[in-house]
């Protein structure tokens, strides 16, 4: 079973608008680590955030912002007013205690494409 | 300070040939792994190591070999390759944070054909 679910598979956006990729995450532990990964048509991958699972603030970041919700198990990625350069795939990822020492668990993505 | 490095960038392979995919870090990291990535699913791990001498097997581990002589580096191995190891490799390395959990540097990654 997956532990980290990314549903969307693919979203395109008219620039300006507000798009949030959802993510879901398993685990049986109650310290983890939630990471969002960007990564642009060059292929490198870009670190955005890293949560703990005893922080549920959600955190904003200029255009970017993340909403935390354990009674879910999700942990959700808005990208407010898009822009062509945001266009790339977003990968979010887990490590747990249960996981291999620092292993981390990665969904299969989300490609996401803004228009210009 | 380099961070991760790996190399090649680009590599056609033909089926059955064999070849090293480098990867040092310069940070010290004790933890290092390496992910291969496909599309549509993600990036999933091959092999890690917890340090040098120290090596196991992560989620798709045929085909692939490692060592670990060294804190700085983790080549990968592909004793004979089979065009299902067309992928683009990402090499990773990882330190404990103050506070809890870890923190990741990932190399730029391999584009590996195999025809």
């Known amino acids: 079973a997956q532990k980290v679910t990314q549903a969307q598979t693919e979203i395109s956006v008219v620039e300006k608008e507000d798009v949030t990729l959802d993510c879901v995450y398993e685990?049986?532990?109650?310290?983890?680590?939630l990471f969002w990964y960007k990564q642009p048509p060059s292929g490198e991958l870009v670190f955005l955030i890293r949560?703990?699972?005893?922080?549920?603030q959600n955190e904003i970041s200029g255009r970017y912002s993340w909403n935390f919700q354990k009674s879910t198990s999700s942990f959700n990625f808005t990208i407010t007013a898009s822009q062509v350069v945001d266009s790339a795939v977003y990968f979010c990822?887990?490590?747990?205690?249960?996981?291999?020492?620092?292993?981390?668990?990665f969904g299969r993505g989300t490609q996401l494409t803004v228009w210009p | 300070n380099a961070g991760v490095t790996q190399t090649p960038k680009f590599q056609v392979l033909k089926t059955g040939q064999s070849m090293t995919l480098q990867c040092a870090q310069d940070?010290?990291?004790?933890?290092m792994s390496w992910y291969r990535q496909d599309p549509g699913m993600g990036l999933r791990l091959i092999h890690y190591?917890?340090?040098?001498?120290?090596?196991d097997q992560g989620e798709v581990p045929n085909g692939y070999n490692v060592s670990r002589s060294t804190t700085e580096d983790f080549p990968l191995r592909l004793l004979s390759a089979a065009p299902s190891q067309t992928s683009v490799y990402f090499c990773?390395?990882?330190?404990?944070?103050?506070?809890?959990?870890?923190?990741?540097?990932f190399g730029s990654g391999t584009r590996l054909t195999v025809v």
């Open positions: 990773a390395s990882s330190f404990t944070q103050t506070g809890g959990g870890y923190g990741y540097t």
């Open positions: 685990t049986r532990d109650t310290t983890y680590y």
């Open positions: 949560r703990n699972s005893f922080d549920e």
């Open positions: 990822a887990l490590n747990d205690r249960g996981s291999t020492l620092g292993r981390l668990y």
């Open positions: 940070m010290n990291h004790e933890y």
């Open positions: 190591s917890v340090g040098a001498g120290i090596t």
